[in-house]
């Protein structure tokens, strides 16, 4: 099964909803085909639901996002008002922004999830000692070497370590440091 | 000298690749397989580090990650 993290994208005016993804799309169209008859359609949606949802929004903003000809050869023209176009562009860089740090592995790594050149080596937990917030743990990783970590009791306890149970070390490259013994002067 | 570091794996040095401005160092560690040190090319320069030298892969118990199996 292949589990993948989504994020969803809103934008709000005072702790109100504005647009989300629908009405990103919405406005896009509206920008696109000059008309609103022309966008609902696009969109599978109804004129009317897409009036009262266009309505919504300024309503929420108190300004237009949207501005109709009412008359004359540009009859039934729809389009974005500076402030449509800004709340557009607004959402458009955010989602974008989320994406892209969906896709960079330097954030998984903020959030412990994935880690590039790490050490991953299996063992046999041995010893767990708690101790106040803070706890150790010594793992077997090949007979007799022991790794030593230093967790905080919550992790172990959420882990529900114990003596006897198989577990992967993982140690990142970058915090590992090479002792070289200098050569004994004769 | 003496270090606090819980952690010290005697080896020697399988590969050293260079990885713009850092090293990374392959230390074969009896028993444990490898373990891989990225370090600054800095550092090994001054340790004169390369292939067949005897040292230790060092790292603190708080930088220890521990995933359980099939948890």
């Known amino acids: 099964m292949n589990v ?6 809103w934008l709000e005016a005072d702790g109100e909803g504005l647009i989300g993804k629908g009405g ?9 085909e ?17 009036w009262n949802y266009l309505r919504r929004i300024e309503d929420r903003l108190k300004t237009k996002i949207v501005a109709s000809a009412r008359g004359g050869s540009e009859r039934g023209r729809t389009v974005l008002t500076e402030t449509g176009k800004r709340l557009l562009l607004k959402y458009t860089r955010f989602s974008r922004f989320l994406d892209n740090a969906l896709e960079n592995p330097e954030m998984w790594e903020a959030c412990g999830l994935s880690i590039p050149d790490k050490n991953t080596v299996p063992g046999k937990v041995k010893v767990v000692k708690v101790e106040g917030p803070a706890a150790v743990i010594k793992i077997e990783v090949g007979k007799p070497i022991e790794v030593v970590a230093a967790i905080s009791s919550d992790s172990a306890e959420e882990l529900d370590l114990k003596p006897g149970d198989k577990v992967t070390v993982i140690i990142k490259a970058t915090e590992v440091m090479i002792n070289k013994e200098e050569p004994a002067l004769t | 000298m003496k270090i606090s570091a819980r952690n ?5 040095v399988l590969r050293v690749e260079r990885e713009g401005v850092l090293v990374k160092v392959l230390v074969a560690v009896e028993r444990v ?5 990225l370090i600054t090319c800095e550092a090994a320069r001054e340790l004169e580090l390369k292939e067949g030298d005897d040292v230790e892969a060092v790292f603190k118990a708080t930088e220890v990650i521990i995933l359980k199996d099939g948890g």
Do not use: M, W
């Open chain 1, 4 to 9: 993948k993290p989504r994020v969803k994208v």
């Open chain 1, 24 to 32: 990103a799309e919405l406005l896009k169209a509206i920008l696109d």
């Open chain 1, 34 to 50: 000059g008309s609103l008859k022309a966008a609902s359609e696009k969109l599978g949606v109804s004129y009317k639901y897409a």
């Open chain 2, 8 to 12: 010290k794996f005697s080896g020697h």
């Open chain 2, 33 to 37: 397989d490898e373990v891989t040190a």
